[in-house]
């Protein structure tokens, strides 16, 4: 039996436990820094597998570390948040609203993430004997906000718990329950958010020309932003600009004072992304002149996270061990994607990154979508942050647990059978 296998002996257990868990977390999920109630989960599940705890690390983070003798170190990341998004599922385990009334889902699939990190680390906590090293098991907040690794780091997670030499994530796709997809180049696009706040002259509806309007600048913005891409972007190049907040003025017969926006560009390219930063910027103050705005634009990047770009060996070994612990054709390739990340600031410090996407989709889900080609199925299918997305978590959450399993074990150093350590970490 190969060391994989000893390990991933009692996965039917796990994967029975964590599915409880799983549903639990989706029953009740929390918003960006305030998964208290999610994170105090996790730490139990951590503190029963054996793992040394922490709590509180960048605000509601959790660490686990489990240290089996000298080896490498690996660091799991699952997050811990959930959005604002009210839940049309009809699953009898479907979020329920939080007290004050607010509407909160696991829309991402990050109670499938954190699922499968507690049935790893349980798996991992258990075949001690097949493995050497040390494993992180990180439950990061604020991941929805990009802050949440930041965070973190700030907090000293790795000053504090060990420098990672590999760091390793997952995230649910729309791909076939029970597989899961690596990228060569960049997996996830970096980011940047603004707000945007827009200062005008408040007065009466009947005479704007006493008044300075600045819904009517903010609009111009918006459609002055859209010729961004479309005239300043080559066409080979990945970038999306999406204006997703515009707020001003409490009633139809007052000129408001401000207009505030929110907007966010990303691409698979650092280059872009800094031209197209700077495009919003020249965009933003010149129509604020133009509309002779009583002062200058407040522009604030909010948050901003790297290009996801996979570090090529690690993703090589971390891949063959997938092919290995799931079967080659339960493995595929995944195109860049224009969803972002905060998981590349944990290899900030040098750590290899491998972020692989992991399928979520079931037959009767597949089946039932409309269109006669995968291209019309998937365009039909309810896509990450949707009201209606539903993860296949019976055939999904095995697989997360062995992927993390499998991935980790690539990484630790082996126990050969006289108890002598064989490291399986290229020199």
């Known amino acids: 039996m190969s060391t994989g296998e000893s390990v991933l002996s009692g996965v039917e257990e796990a994967v029975a436990a964590a599915g409880e868990l799983y549903r639990d977390l989706h029953a009740h999920p929390e918003l960006s820094g305030a998964e208290h109630r999610t994170a105090a989960a996790l730490a139990a599940w951590l503190r029963d597998a054996g793992f040394a705890v922490t709590e509180g690390v960048g605000g509601t983070g959790v660490v686990g570390v489990l240290r089996n003798g000298p080896g490498p170190t690996v660091l799991l990341r699952a997050e811990l948040d959930a959005l604002p998004v009210a839940e049309q599922t009809g699953l009898p385990y479907a979020s329920r609203a939080a007290d004050d009334g607010t509407a909160v889902m696991h829309a991402c699939g990050h109670d499938l993430h954190v699922a499968a990190l507690a049935g790893a680390a349980v798996l991992l906590g258990s075949g001690r004997a097949h493995w050497a090293g040390t494993v992180l098991a990180v439950g990061q907040p604020a991941e929805e906000t990009l802050t949440g690794a930041r965070a973190m780091l700030d907090d000293g997670l790795y000053e504090r718990f060990g420098r990672p030499d590999v760091v390793l994530a997952q995230h649910a796709a729309p791909l076939p329950a029970g597989m899961v997809a690596h990228g060569g180049g960049p997996m996830t696009a970096g980011s940047a958010t603004f707000e945007v706040v827009v200062h005008g002259r408040g007065g009466h ?30 066409p080979a190049e990945q970038v999306v600009l999406t204006v997703g907040t ?8 007052v000129v ?19 031209r197209v930063s700077e495009a919003v910027r020249r965009v933003v103050t010149a129509e604020c002149a133009a509309s002779a705005c009583p002062s ?19 993703m090589t070994r971390t891949r063959a061990a997938h092919e290995q612990c799931l079967g ?10 224009l969803a972002t990340e905060d998981f590349p600031h944990f290899t900030e410090s040098g750590a290899a990154g491998v972020y692989w996407m992991l399928g979520t989709v079931g037959p009767r889900q597949w089946a039932a979508a409309p269109g006669a080609t995968a291209t019309e199925k998937l365009q ?14 019976d055939l999904a959450l095995p697989t997360g647990i062995r992927a993390l399993v499998s991935a980790a074990l690539a990484h630790l150093d082996g126990a050969a059978p006289d108890g002598e350590r064989s490291s399986s970490v290229d020199a």
């Open 256 to 274: 408001p004072d401000r207009a505030t926006l929110g907007l966010t560009v990303r691409s698979v390219s650092p280059d872009a992304l800094a």
């Open 296 to 314: 200058d634009p407040e522009i604030t990047l909010v948050s901003s996270s790297p290009v996801n770009i996979n570090d090529p060996a690690a």
């Open 328 to 337: 080659g054709q339960r493995v595929a390739w995944f195109p860049p994607s």
């Open 246 to 253: 515009l707020h001003a003025g409490t009633q139809a017969n």
């Open 380 to 393: 039909s299918l309810p896509a990450n942050h949707s009201p209606l997305y539903a993860p296949d978590v």
């Open 205 to 234: 509806a009947g005479s704007p020309h006493r008044a300075v309007d600045p819904v009517v600048t903010a609009a111009a913005i918006v459609l002055r932003l859209q010729t961004v891409v479309a005239r300043e972007v080559g």
